[in-house]
Nanobody, 125 residues
Framework: QVQLVESGGGSVQAGGSLRLSCTTS????????MAWFHQAPGKQREGVAA????????YYTDSVKGRFTISQDNARNTVYLQMNNLKPEDTGMYYC??????????????????WGQGTQVTVST
């Protein structure tokens, strides 16, 4: 069983930055896709960034392009989400997701097999 552990959430003012980390427990298990999902209060979980771990190709939703960067450190089995110029609408829980299967759409939650417990991000005005 693959375990994902997120860290790095917190409270910042609008315009600030945070870096989220997601570490996987499976040293010898490759997860082809890893992603970050955002769930705002009272709303559905939505994908914001994803990475194809084989070649590092990245995907972003329009709402975070130019502000968020997803990256990986294979030596540490960790994926990061650098979040800059944060906005109040970025507030919510952020979940790390992973799968070892091929997927058709990187921002569809049902495509992912493994999930972390989430980390809270709060952006104030």
């Amino acid at each position: 069983q693959v375990q994902l552990v997120e860290s790095g959430g917190g409270s910042v003012q609008a315009g600030g930055s945070l870096r989220l980390s997601c570490t996987t427990s499976a040293y010898n298990k490759r997860n082809d896709y890893m992603a970050w999902f955002h769930q705002a209060p009272g709303k559905q979980r939505e994908g914001v960034a994803a990475i194809y771990t084989i070649d590092g190709f990245t995907y972003y939703t329009d709402s975070v392009k130019g502000r968020f960067t997803i990256s990986q450190d294979n030596a540490r089995n960790t994926v990061y989400l650098q979040m800059n110029n944060l906005k109040p609408e970025d507030t919510g829980m952020y979940y790390c997701a992973a799968t070892d299967l091929l997927i058709t759409y990187p921002f569809r939650a049902s495509e992912y097999r493994y999930w972390g417990q989430g980390t809270q991000v709060t952006v104030s005005t």
